[in-house]
């Protein structure tokens, strides 16, 4: 897999993850889920749970996977990133939160970080790959759609915010959904490089 190294931080890039067949408990194939499907839960969950006011807009309330199990698309996603983050990762991890956000033509994403160990990113939709994310201010890793980035969340980082003129129109709009994980700090963790 595609692995990124600025400064000192590895970032992994899993690309085309629908596409991959993994194992399954029926078998291995195919994630079974299509973008419209994310898009439409979470317009839906943007409406139902939004992030608190201090959160910029279009984000919505943390624990949205937690929201959403049992459908299986969402199951489908979830099962597919544990399986990536075995690829890179050691030791046991355990979900802390999930969320999604949507950039459109007022969202103010600013740089921040996440005090936990693992982020993943799984860019849903993206007309516009270079308005990824934005590390340190240093990078842009392009938000490629169907892809995963994965790094550690204490790293500065930002959603790539899209000028007004490509912004605007609804169907520039970005979706992303991440998940923050922690490890388990009472085993050795061995990170692949």
């Known amino acids: 897999m595609p692995r ?7 970032f992994y890039r899993e690309p085309d993850i629908s596409q991959e067949e993994i194992g ?6 195919k994630g079974n889920w299509k973008q419209e499907d994310f898009i439409k839960d979470i317009e839906q969950d943007l409406l139902e749970n939004p992030a608190a006011d201090y ?3 279009y984000q919505t309330h943390a624990q949205m996977y937690q929201r959403m199990i049992g459908r299986k698309h969402w199951d489908d996603l979830f099962h597919k990133i544990k399986h990536s983050l075995l690829r890179y990762y050691t030791k046991e991890f355990t979900i ?4 999604a956000n949507k950039a459109m033509d007022n969202s103010a994403f600013g740089f921040h970080t ?5 982020t993943v990113v799984y860019y849903v ?5 270079e308005f990824g994310t934005n590390i340190d201010e240093q990078v842009i890793i392009p938000g490629i759609e169907d892809s995963l980035l994965i790094f550690d969340g204490k790293i500065r980082h930002q959603l790539c915010n899209m000028p007004f003129e490509l912004s605007v129109h609804p169907q520039n709009h970005r979706y992303s959904i991440v998940f923050d994980f922690n490890i388990d ?4 963790t061995r990170y692949i490089n």
């Not at 990124?4 to 590895?10: A, E, G, H, L, Q």
């Not at 700090?185 to 050795?188: G, R």
């Open 55 to 57: 959160i910029p807009k």
């Open 185 to 188: 700090k009472n085993k050795e």
């Open 96 to 99: 802390w939160k999930s969320w």
């Open 114 to 118: 996440h005090d936990r160990d693992i």
């Open 125 to 129: 939709k993206n007309n516009y790959p």
């Open 24 to 29: 399954y408990p029926d078998g291995w194939r």
């Open 4 to 10: 990124i190294k600025i400064n000192d931080s590895v």
